[in-house]
């Protein structure tokens, strides 16, 4: 079993359109988690983090479930522009920090915004 | 303030080459660390490191080697470079417990 899986996609979606990506992890005591954008060919960067109590930015909300170890990222009113690929990453502790920054990515899910 | 930078952008090698990736920043983090990518198989970190002198193993080093004598570089080195190398790679870094920022990636092909 894969540390992070997520669900490769493509979501393929009209613009204005909602949706929804799952991700779920092994490990029940990892610490932290967010969500990164890629675009084709570029570096990964940070969308936001995840909070146990959920949290918003905009168009986009996280959710965590530590109970059944999955990680969710809602967009609504998706944009052209959302058309990336989102990675979901785990932070499962260890490493010389204590669990500091060795991170866990997913292999992404990749989104298509159409007109 | 350039964040984190990496030379070269493309490089072809023939297998048993060697080669160094470069990879600075001038945030002062003191972490960084060196990311592979492949297709179907996400982001795998090969190295990392905590500060000046300090480097650990990641998930997948073999075939690779760091170090880091100063806070701003972090050079990844391809002793004998294999076809299985072939990656895109990049370079992160950050304050510890912080959000990592990556490089632009370096483009690899082994022949």
């Known amino acids: 079993r894969k540390e992070v899986e997520q669900d490769p996609g493509p979501f393929n979606v009209p613009e204005g359109a909602t949706v929804a990506f799952n991700c779920t992890y092994s490990?029940?005591?990892?610490?932290?988690f967010f969500w990164y954008r890629q675009d084709c060919r570029k570096e990964p960067k940070l969308l936001m983090s995840v909070y146990s109590s959920g949290n918003e930015d905009g168009r986009f909300t996280a959710q965590l479930n530590r109970a059944s170890q999955y990680i969710s990222l809602l967009i609504r009113d998706s944009k052209l522009s959302d058309s990336a690929t989102y990675l979901c990453v785990v932070n499962m502790g260890g490493g010389l920090t204590g669990g500091g920054n060795k991170l866990t990515f997913g292999t992404g899910t990749q989104l298509k915004v159409e007109l | 303030n350039a964040g984190v930078t990496q030379t070269p952008k493309f490089q072809v090698l023939k297998t048993g080459q060697s080669m160094t990736l470069q990879c600075a920043q001038d945030m002062n983090h003191e972490y960084m660390s060196w990311y592979r990518q492949d297709p179907g198989m996400g982001l795998r970190l090969i190295h990392y490191?905590?500060?000046?002198?300090?480097?650990d193993q990641g998930e997948v080093p073999n075939g690779y080697n760091v170090s880091r004598s100063t806070t701003e570089d972090f050079p990844l080195r391809l002793l004998s470079a294999a076809p299985s190398q072939t990656s895109v790679y990049f370079c992160a870094s950050s304050r510890v417990g912080e959000t990592q920022y990556f490089g632009p990636g370096t483009r690899l092909l082994v022949l």
């Open positions: 490990n029940s005591a990892s610490q932290s």
């Open positions: 490191s905590v500060g000046a002198g300090i480097t």
